[in-house]
């Protein structure tokens, strides 16, 4: 029997009421052996997100994990919560469908750039439109790593790979200009090797109402080791990488000595040790911006700006499956709960008699 929405307030009431059990990170850690190549990023990623649950005071038996195929896809195995390892693109879709029918459960997919961007896309794309309660964690490491080193949706133009001897002739995707185009209501990107950045992501994530994206730059150590180095290490990553604060200018830089200033619609990188310019003329975040995440998301793609990282984009609009299930209630409150074998032999029906 599907569970109607007055069942589902009465479950959530219920929960309420009932102790919350204290949980710490262990208490997601599966007894399954972590299987992944010594030095990948995605134990990190598996790591705060184990240490970020206990801090959302959700029952372990209300969480859900669903993956496609691919390195990042191992994920439900090794989170002792229920999860489900689904076939290669379809995490998205297998996830819209749990979230649908059981609106009280917090649901999650963990996929990489080409499980969620390659064959998974057209759901990824579908999800973020419909607004879908789902938290979406892409590992993006810009390879085909599982299957061996072959570029991926989004390896950068010209990349030498088994499948591109000569260099990819592909233009790459942009996850987070895809995910704002599809209008995903939560946008976000963090880094492998910055465990409290990404605990903080993390945490928004799962605490924001609607498709909640999280772009993270992961480490393939075996087949595209060093691919983010630049915003990871210590003597670079001052100069490369922007942190996005709601509220706050956007400065960067050794010693916070650089700013970005918009000259029309276009970033452009300011010095603030000279008498030229001050904090107040610099970009101050906004992540309830329609426009600026778009901008800040396209300086990913242009040589000399900083990468951003962080939320680039919150903002509240309704919840797909909860229209659903209003519709849902409004139609058994007028025709009632309804009867299969009716619906299946009414209309233009015929019998086939044995002879």
Not at 83 to 94: C, K, L, N, Q, T
Not at 215 to 232: I, K, P, R
Not at 303 to 323: C, D, K, Q, S, T
Not at 327 to 337: A, F, H, T
Request: charged residues 20%.
């Amino acid at each position: 029997m599907r569970p109607t929405m007055r069942m589902i307030d009465e479950i959530l009431q219920l929960s309420k009421k009932a102790p919350v059990q204290k949980y710490t990170a262990k208490d997601f850690q599966s007894d399954q052996d972590v299987r992944w190549c010594p030095g990948c990023g995605d134990y990190s990623i598996l790591a705060q997100v184990q240490r970020i649950l206990p801090e959302l005071n959700i029952p372990k038996h209300n969480i859900v994990f669903i993956s496609g195929i691919g390195c990042s896809s191992r994920f439900p195995y090794y989170m002792d919560t229920y999860g489900f390892h689904g076939i290669h693109g379809r995490a998205a879709a297998i996830a819209s469908g749990v979230k649908i029918a059981r609106p009280d459960l917090s649901v999650w997919v963990a996929t990489g750039d080409g499980d969620g961007l390659s064959i998974g896309g057209n759901h990824f794309i579908h999800i973020c439109r419909r607004n879908i309660d789902v938290k979406i964690l892409l590992f993006n490491n810009q390879i085909y790593g599982l299957t061996k080193g072959q570029y991926s949706p989004t390896s950068e133009f010209g990349k030498i790979t088994k499948s591109s001897p000569n260099g990819s002739p592909d233009h790459p995707f942009n996850p987070l200009l895809v995910a704002l185009g599809a209008e995903a209501s939560f946008v976000a990107r963090s880094l492998d090797r910055d465990p409290k950045h990404l605990q903080m992501v993390i945490k928004r994530a799962a605490q924001h109402r609607g498709t909640s994206f999280v772009e993270v730059y992961q480490n393939c150590n075996v087949f595209n080791d060093g691919a983010f180095l630049n915003f990871t290490e210590k003597e670079t990553k001052d100069d490369n990488v922007l942190f996005l604060e709601h509220g706050k200018p956007m400065v960067f830089g050794t010693g916070k000595s650089k700013g970005i200033k918009l000259d029309g619609f276009t970033p452009t990188v300011v010095s603030l040790s000279d008498s030229k310019h001050s904090i107040s003329d610099l970009i101050v975040h906004n992540e309830n911006d329609t426009m600026l995440p778009f901008i800040l998301a396209r300086m990913s793609n242009i040589p000399g700006l900083p990468r951003p990282i962080g939320v680039l984009f919150a903002a509240n609009r309704p919840l797909y499956e909860e229209e659903v299930n209003r519709q849902i209630e409004r139609s058994i409150n007028s025709n009632g709960e309804g009867d299969l074998d009716k619906l299946l032999t009414h209309g233009e029906t015929w019998a086939i008699k044995a002879q």
